[in-house]
């Protein structure tokens, strides 16, 4: 059974930080690349970070210098270090692994800024 399960969210202050979990199981996760999407209430789905099979990283200009993402594939987790938060980085995350026609999604985590 295909499972995608992202963790780590939660409130923080602004300036804080925060690390997202993203577990995959059921498929070969180190052949899919990866990436984390956010959504804010009201908006659309906003593509935030991506990490390929060999490692090579994507960043929006929104969160590049203050967010990271890395993989662990012994572990099949995916990580976004999120440090310097804002209050518009507020939303729900997903986490994402895809590969050719392929493509997964977890069921996100909610991620709150505010003082």
């Known amino acids: 059974q295909v499972q995608v399960v992202e963790s780590g969210g939660g409130l923080v202050q602004p300036g804080g930080s925060l690390r997202l979990s993203c577990a995959a199981s059921?498929?070969?996760?180190?052949?899919?690349?990866a990436s984390w999407v956010r959504q804010a209430p009201g908006k659309e789905r906003e593509l935030g970070a991506s990490?390929?099979?060999?490692?090579?990283?994507n960043y929006a200009d929104s969160v590049k210098g203050r967010f990271t993402i890395s993989r662990d594939d012994a572990k099949n987790t995916v990580y976004r270090q999120m440090n310097s938060l804002k209050p518009e980085d507020t939303a729900v995350y997903y986490c994402?692994?895809?590969?050719?026609?392929?493509?997964?999604w977890g069921q996100g985590t909610q991620v709150t800024v505010s003082s």
């Open positions: 990490i390929t099979v060999a490692g090579s990283t």
């Open positions: 994402s692994a895809y590969a050719l026609a392929t493509l997964y």
């Open positions: 059921g498929f070969p996760f180190s052949t899919y690349h």
